[in-house]
């Protein structure tokens, strides 16, 4: 069990709906970062919060969004879904927001499912 | 900006034999961090070893070793004794320090499958 709690676990919706994914990142973890794993890109990372704030953004769409609230839980909202927004997309946390041996702890994922 | 390859899309070992998994990398920052990950069918993503660009040796953890040659960028995992157990995807990530933030990157990943 890595701490990382991610819900829900999966998670069917149709076209043009928006869902919001949940995420609490280890205690005592200070950054989440969100990733999204299809089966023809791998895994991509989207966004990462540390302490509430952006730090970084990756191939996340505009559809998409986040946020990191102050008791460090985070959410991703993903809007105007398509077919090919389907994948898993998982959550991970750290306790540093820059390097060093801290690896990201990832959380067992959301998979979603666009009908 | 960093890049990992892992030319390996699949790989097939027998069971308490070494397998060694593939990785190269590219990157522009002096300073970085290599990892490897696990994912079974499951699909939990599980942290297998961490590499740093500085350090000295070869991480090992357990039954794993990474075999690192910062000349040719490169960042093997040798799994020594393969189990049942070891049959999963493996990906290949990096982390560059500098930026101020410590994204992963990753490989597109290699499946490997144990057999008794």
Known sequence: DSGVTQTPKHLITATGQRVTLRCSPRSGDLSVYWYQQSLDQGLQFLIQYYNGEERAKGNILERFSAQQFPDLHSELNLSSLELGDSALYFCASSSHIQGGNSPLHFGNGTRLTVT | ?116
């Not at chain 2, 290599?34 to 961490?50: A, D, N, R, T, V």
């Not at chain 2, 590499?51 to 040659?69: I, K, V």
């Open chain 2, 1 to 116: 900006a960093q890049k990992i390859t892992q030319t390996q899309p699949g790989m097939f070992v027998q069971e308490k034999e070494a397998v060694t998994l593939d990785c190269t990398y590219d990157t522009s920052d002096p300073s970085y961090g290599l990892f490897w990950y696990k994912q079974p069918s499951s699909g939990e993503m599980i942290f297998l070893i961490y590499q740093g660009s500085y350090d000295q040796q070869n991480a090992t953890e357990g039954r794993y070793s990474l075999n690192f040659q910062k000349a040719r960028k490169s960042a093997n995992l040798v799994i020594s004794a393969s189990q049942l157990g070891d049959s999963a995807m493996y990906f290949c990530a990096i982390e560059g320090f500098s930026g101020g933030y410590n994204k992963l990157i990753f490989g597109a990943g290699t499946r490997l499958a144990v057999h008794p």
